[in-house]
C-alpha cells in the first residue's frame, strides 16, 4: 500500500510557512542598500513591478511543480524533461552558496550587537523557538522602527522623497537587472526552496491566492524596511543616500 505524503493541513499554513521562507534578509538587508545604490522611490517601483509580472509567476510555476511532482526539485524537474535534472541539482546547490555571504552578515551582526544580549541568553533561547511570538515581536518591531523614524525631525522629508517620489533619470539597465535579482532572492526562488513546499501542498491549497499572499507579504515587509532605513539615514547622515555604502544601511 502506498504511503501518502504528509502536507500542510491548510491554506494558511502554507502562506505562513512559505512567506516564513521568503521574508529575511532580502527584505529587511538587501531591499533598502539596493534601493539606495540605484535610484531610490524609481527603484522601488521597478522592483514592485519585478515582483508582479515575474516573481508572482516564477513562484506559482515553482509551486505548481512541486505539487504535480511531490518530489524533490531534482526529481521534478526530471517528470517535466529527462534532460532538466540538472536544473534540480543547480537549485540545491544554490542555498549552499548563499550560506557563504549569510555567514559573513552573521559576523557583521555579531560585531554591531557585541554584549546586546547580555544577561538574556535564557530568555532568547526559549523565545526564538515561539514562532507566535516571534511573528507578533518581529511585526511589532518593523511598525514601531517605521513611525519612529518618521519623528526624528531634520531630513525625514528628504528621506521619504529619495524613497517615495521617483525620479527616473537615475534609472539604467543594470538597475533594472538588479530589481529583478532582488525578486528572486527575497520571495526564495530559483533555489528548490518554493518546489519542495509545493510537493507538500494538496489539492485543497489554492496556490493562486496562496502565491498572492506571499507575496504581498514579502513585499510588505521590504517596503516597511524601506521605510524606517530611509527616514533616518537622512536624519542622522544624509550623505549616504544613494551612496555605494548602501550594503551597510540597516547596521548603520
Not at 20 to 29: D, I, K, P, R
Not at 69 to 92: E, F
Not at 95 to 113: D, E, M, R
Not at 199 to 225: I, W
Amino acid at each position: 500500500m502506498e504511503k501518502k505524503k504528509v502536507g500542510f493541513a491548510s491554506g494558511i499554513g502554507f502562506i505562513l510557512a512559505a512567506a516564513g521562507s521568503a521574508v529575511g534578509l532580502g527584505n529587511l538587508w538587501g531591499f533598502p542598500y539596493k534601493t539606495s545604490q540605484n535610484g531610490g522611490a524609481a527603484f522601488v517601483l521597478i522592483y514592485i513591478a519585478c515582483v508582479l509580472l515575474i516573481g508572482f509567476v516564477t513562484m506559482l510555476s515553482e509551486i505548481y511543480l512541486g505539487r504535480r511532482s511531490q518530489a524533490n526539485p531534482m526529481t521534478a524537474y526530471k517528470m517535466v524533461n529527462k534532460n532538466l535534472g540538472w536544473c534540480g541539482l543547480v537549485a540545491i546547490m544554490i542555498p549552499a552558496f548563499i550560506i557563504c555571504y549569510y555567514s559573513v552578515l552573521g559576523g557583521w551582526t555579531t560585531k554591531y550587537a557585541l554584549n546586546s544580549f547580555s544577561g538574556n541568553a535564557g530568555i532568547v533561547s526559549t523565545f526564538s523557538v515561539n514562532t507566535g511570538e516571534v511573528i507578533l515581536y518581529t511585526a511589532l518591531f518593523l511598525v514601531a522602527i517605521a513611525i519612529y523614524a518618521l519623528t526624528l525631525g531634520s531630513g525625514v522629508r528628504e528621506g521619504l522623497a529619495f524613497y517615495l517620489k521617483p525620479d527616473f533619470s537615475g534609472i539604467t539597465f543594470k538597475s533594472v537587472l538588479v530589481a529583478m535579482g532582488q525578486a528572486f532572492y527575497s520571495l526564495s526562488l530559483g533555489m528548490g526552496i518554493m518546489i519542495t513546499y509545493g510537493s507538500y501542498t494538496g489539492k485543497e491549497v489554492n496556490l493562486v491566492r496562496s502565491t498572492a499572499m506571499v507575496c504581498v507579504f514579502d513585499t510588505v515587509v521590504a517596503l516597511l524596511a524601506g521605510l524606517a532605513i530611509f527616514p533616518s539615514v537622512a536624519h542622522f547622515d544624509p550623505s549616504l543616500l544613494g551612496s555605494s555604502k548602501g550594503v551597510a544601511l540597516m547596521f548603520i
